[in-house]
T-cell receptor, first 110, second 111 residues
Framework: GIQVEQSPPDLILQEGANSTLRCNFS?????LQWFHQNPWGQLINLFY???GTKQNGRLSATTVATERYSLLYISSSQTTDSGVYFC????????????FGKGTSLLVTP | DAGVIQSPRHEVTEMGQEVTLRCKPI?????LFWYRQTMMRGLELLIY????????DSGMPEDRFSAKMPNASFSTLKIQPSEPRDSAVYFC?????????FGPGTRLTVL
């Protein structure tokens, strides 16, 4: 299957700081999603972004499909941003199931 | 709009017992996925269905696991007999077209 590498594995920020999370794929993907797993364990959809750039409030994401990576930007972080951020992808070879990275664990302190 | 619904949310059972997890996908979604999350292996696919038909069950660990989708609005994942190493959070997800949406998960503990 597709290997997904996320960096950094852990991140501690002070409230108000900005951060960039990265996701590299071992193969091209035509389906790419970013999720936030909150402290209660729920997986919240952030972006569906197989290519290009999207923004939603303080969050934005960019995928460069030809270079097999995606970036998630968090600006003016808040304590409620804490949790684990996952990227996941699939392609026609792997079927429709998502291959997940190990996640970036983010802690935002007051 | 109701999201993906899973039940129970928590299950504690003893080794050797049968466990049944349930999922109701989002109405109109034609794909349903079962994933498992553990500390050691992260999030991994168990099986997925398209129009109620199993398409890929290569992630099902062994014969103790089985999954069914008798209709478009209901799926079950059964473990019989359960073992302590089955302890994990089991997620159900559904999609139509591209984006997958996840249920809240079932936290299974096998003692």
């Amino acid at each position: 299957g597709i290997q997904v590498e996320q960096s950094p594995p852990d991140l501690i920020l002070q409230e108000g700081a900005n951060s960039t999370l990265r996701c590299n794929f071992s193969d091209s993907v035509n389906n790419l999603q970013w999720f936030h797993q909150n402290p209660w364990g729920q997986l919240i959809n952030l972006f569906y972004i197989p290519s290009g750039t999207k923004q939603n409030g303080r969050l934005s994401a960019t995928t460069v499909a030809t270079e097999r990576y995606s970036l998630l930007y968090i600006s003016s972080s808040q304590t409620t941003d804490s949790g684990v951020y996952f990227c996941a992808g699939s392609n026609s070879n792997s079927g429709y199931a998502l291959n997940f990275g190990k996640g970036t664990s983010l802690l935002v302190t007051p | 709009d109701a999201g993906v619904i899973q039940s129970p949310r928590h299950e504690v059972t003893e080794m050797g017992q049968e466990v049944t997890l349930r999922c109701k996908p989002i109405s109109g979604h034609d794909y349903l996925f079962w994933y498992r999350q553990t500390m050691m292996r992260g999030l991994e696919l168990l099986i997925y269905f398209n129009n109620n038909v199993p398409i890929d069950d290569s992630g099902m660990p062994e014969d103790r696991f089985s999954a069914k989708m008798p209709n478009a609005s209901f799926s079950t994942l059964k473990i019989q007999p359960s073992e302590p190493r089955d302890s994990a959070v089991y997620f159900c997800a559904s999609k139509v077209v591209n984006e997958q949406f996840f249920g809240p998960g079932t936290r299974l503990t096998v003692l």
